[in-house]
C-alpha cells in the first residue's frame, strides 16, 4: 500500500500544475478557487509524503481518500482551462 501511495502522490505531482504563477491561476473567472484547491492539495501531498517517510503504512481508506480529493481538485482545475491533460487514474 505504501508502493501505491506513492505512486499516486508521483503521478498526482506530475499532473497537476502546481509550479504554475499566480497570474495564470487567477483569471478572475473562478468555478471554484484553483488557487486555494491547490494549496490544499499540496499540502495533503507534502503530509502524506512525511508521513511514509516516517515509516507509517497507509490503509486502503487512504489511499482512496488522496485519490479522490486529488480527482476533485483536478476537476475544478479542468472546469477553470489549467489542465488538459487525460486525468488522473
Ligand atoms: S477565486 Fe481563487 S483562483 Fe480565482 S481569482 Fe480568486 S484567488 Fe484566484
Do not use: H
Request: hydrophobic residues 35%; glycine residues 12%.
Amino acid at each position: 500500500m505504501t508502493e501505491a501511495m506513492r505512486r499516486v502522490i508521483g503521478e498526482t505531482r506530475a499532473r497537476v500544475p502546481f509550479d504554475l504563477p499566480s497570474a495564470r491561476v487567477c483569471t478572475g473567472n473562478c468555478q471554484g478557487c484553483s488557487m486555494k484547491l491547490l494549496e490544499f492539495l499540496g499540502a495533503e501531498l507534502d503530509a502524506w509524503e512525511s508521513r511514509l517517510d516516517g515509516g507509517e503504512t497507509p490503509g486502503f481508506e487512504d489511499l482512496s481518500g488522496l485519490i479522490r480529493t486529488a480527482t476533485r481538485v483536478y476537476r475544478v482545475l479542468e472546469r477553470n482551462g489549467l489542465v488538459d491533460g487525460p486525468g488522473l487514474p
